[in-house]
């Protein structure tokens, strides 16, 4: 399985940014497809998660946040509005087959995603 994240970059509070996350490797409409977020010196923070059609958000990213799917093209998509400071972080997608996306942050914290994309880096200027 292959994950690669496009789409991050520097962006003024206020503003809005797309990530894509495209998939190979993989059976893609089996597995919940989620993004995640580090930023520096914090812990890998669940963002949002989406299986078939039932999504999941963190707090952070409920009301402003909203994920997709294109199971022609293979690819999870994450729209983010009003951007703010602190969502500055690199973020990374990730892909699970035996989970939902209801339970897709439990399975990062034990350890049991089957595969993660390299992160793309989304910086929030105040």
């Known amino acids: 399985v292959q994950l690669q994240a496009s789409g991050g970059g520097l962006v003024q509070a206020g503003g809005s940014l797309r990530l894509s996350c495209a998939a190979s490797?993989?059976?893609?409409?089996?597995?919940?497809l989620g993004w995640f977020r580090q930023a520096p010196g914090k812990e890998r923070e669940f963002v949002a998660a989406?299986?078939?059609?039932?999504?999941y958000y963190g707090d952070s990213a409920k009301g402003r946040f909203t994920i997709s799917r294109d199971n022609d093209k293979n690819t999870v998509y994450l729209q983010m509005n009003s951007l703010k400071p602190e969502d500055t972080a690199v973020y990374y997608c990730a892909a699970d087959r035996g989970t939902t996306a209801q339970n897709m942050a439990l399975s990062s914290r034990v350890g049991r995603i089957d595969a993660w994309g390299k992160g793309t880096l989304v910086t929030v200027s105040s």
């Open positions: 490797g993989l059976t893609f409409n089996s597995y919940a």
């Open positions: 989406i299986k078939w059609s039932v999504v």
